[in-house]
């Protein structure tokens, strides 16, 4: 899917009522997902474990 079809359906999943916020919000938010869902197919992500440990030391 072309960005711009992407961008359209995104749109089209937010209420009528959706303000320009919410439609800027739900792009963002989208392209972040998509972007790390990307890294985890090229093995760039974190296993759950490291991640837990990573955590834990902000937690402190």
Same mark, same amino acid.
């Given at each position: 899917?072309?960005?711009?079809?992407?961008?359209? #359906?995104?749109?089209? =999943?937010?209420?009528?009522?959706? =303000?320009?916020?919410?439609?800027?919000?739900?792009?963002?938010?989208? =392209?972040?997902?998509?972007?790390?869902?990307?890294?985890?197919?090229?093995?760039?992500?974190?296993? #759950?474990?490291?991640?837990?440990?990573?955590?834990?030391?902000?937690?402190?």
């Amino acid at each position: 899917m072309v960005v711009k079809e992407v961008a359209k #359906h995104v749109i089209d =999943t937010l209420p009528e009522e959706a =303000t320009m916020d919410d439609i800027i919000h739900a792009l963002y938010v989208n =392209t972040k997902f998509n972007h790390g869902e990307q890294e985890i197919r090229e093995g760039k992500g974190v296993p #759950h474990d490291e991640a837990k440990k990573r955590l834990k030391k902000w937690q402190k």
